[in-house]
């Protein structure tokens, strides 16, 4: 088995003002999900996208730990545009930050896998 969740699909379903963002993971065999429904307009897209993918982490995870997005940013750094995400674990809080390369994946998959660049060190120890 794969020590790290695998990031499977990105979904955006446009419905006017409004946007459901679902991220599928892969781990264990399985299938995980996470939604989040937001504005639909472009800087907002990639927030959405972190806190679905915070919510499929979780529901691997069951009841055995909680995450926090309290931010994610992309920024230019040299010629690169960078995705960047902050995420608290866990009960005792502790911060972590994750990047990733936007490039041709896009803000919505950069800020995906910068929150999962923020976690995978840590998610072999707590699942």
């Known amino acids: 088995m794969n020590s790290r969740p695998a990031i499977v699909a990105i979904e955006e379903d446009a419905d006017g003002d409004d946007v459901r963002v679902t991220i599928t993971l892969d781990w264990g065999d399985r299938r995980h999900y996470g939604t989040a429904i937001g504005r639909a307009d472009p800087p907002h897209r990639p927030r959405l996208a972190a806190e679905a993918a915070l919510q499929a982490v979780e529901s691997i995870g069951g009841d055995h730990f909680h995450t926090e997005l309290m931010a994610v940013a992309t920024a230019d750094l040299g010629e690169a545009r960078v995705a960047l995400a902050q995420v608290r674990l866990g009960d005792d809080g502790e911060v972590l930050v994750g990047t990733a390369l936007e490039a041709d994946a896009g ?10 660049a923020a976690l995978n060190r840590r998610l072999g120890r707590l699942l």
Not at 107 to 116: C, D, F, I, N, W
């Open 107 to 116: 803000p919505s998959l950069a800020a995906v896998r910068a929150v999962m």
